[in-house]
């Protein structure tokens, strides 16, 4: 079955540390997308790609690093320049421009992990 | 100009009732406006969405309904279940800006009681 994994499920930063997420998707999407989640505020924008080795910044993404090597693949760094990282991280992909309508097809969500302070 | 304000951020209603959750949009340009449902641990998953062309849109029990002079929408449960208790969000696009960016309200939280 096609869809998006999302691990580690859980994971938890040392003050200082770098920490990736990992987001990988066999739907044969070019677009991909990091949101993160926090009670009340709704899925906020931290960077999106719509080809490979190409990404955009969203609307939080200071503190947080991408790379687009594989079509695949959308790994998300939270680096210790994110002062407030403890939330949940939730990787989205859909169609993107060279591949018919974009906007009007549904983003699909993995699972999501779980990031807290140790 | 860029936000999508969701009310209520919580909402309790009994089985069989019809929980009503609203959305307002400042941005004209908004051209599409899907609602997604997310369970706990869970991603969200696209419910059912709405182009600014149409008033109104059902699937199955769930109705999207549209009012483009007021720039708002709304979500309403039909026969509303238990197993629809979960976190509501809508969201609006620009599908011109080729993008797929969504903007997302702040969410509801729906409980529905047996």
């Known amino acids: 079955d096609g869809g998006i994994t999302q691990s580690p499920k859980y994971l938890f930063r040392k003050e200082g540390q770098n920490v990736t997420l990992s987001c990988e998707q066999n739907?044969?999407?070019?677009?991909m997308y990091w949101y993160r989640q926090d009670p009340g505020q709704g899925l906020r924008l931290i960077y999106y790609?719509?080809?490979?080795?190409?990404?955009q910044k969203g609307d939080i993404a200071e503190g947080y690093s991408v790379s687009r090597e594989k079509k695949e693949s959308f790994p998300l760094t939270v680096t210790s320049a994110q002062k407030n990282p403890t939330a949940f991280y939730l990787c989205?992909?859909?169609?993107?421009?060279?591949?018919?309508?974009?906007?009007?097809?549904?983003?699909?969500f993995g699972d999501g992990t779980r990031l807290s302070i140790l | 100009q860029q936000q999508v304000k969701q009310s209520p951020q919580s909402l309790i209603v009994q089985k069989g009732g019809i929980p009503i959750i609203n959305c307002a949009y400042e941005?004209?340009?908004?051209?599409?406006f899907p609602w997604y449902q997310q369970f706990p641990g869970k991603g969200p998953a696209l419910l059912i969405a709405?182009?600014?062309?149409?008033s109104e849109k059902k699937e199955g029990r769930f109705t999207i309904s549209f009012n483009k002079s007021a720039k708002q929408f709304s979500l309403h449960i039909m026969d509303s279940q238990p197993g629809d208790s979960a976190t509501y969000f809508c969201a609006a696009s620009f599908l011109s800006s080729n993008t797929g960016k969504l903007i997302f309200g702040q969410g509801t939280t729906l409980q529905v009681k047996p």
């Open positions: 989205a992909s859909t169609y993107g421009p060279g591949q018919g309508a974009i906007g009007n097809q549904p983003q699909h």
């Open positions: 941005n004209t340009a908004f051209d599409y």
């Open positions: 790609s719509q080809i490979v080795n190409d990404f």
């Open positions: 739907l044969n999407h070019d677009a």
């Open positions: 709405i182009r600014p062309d149409v």
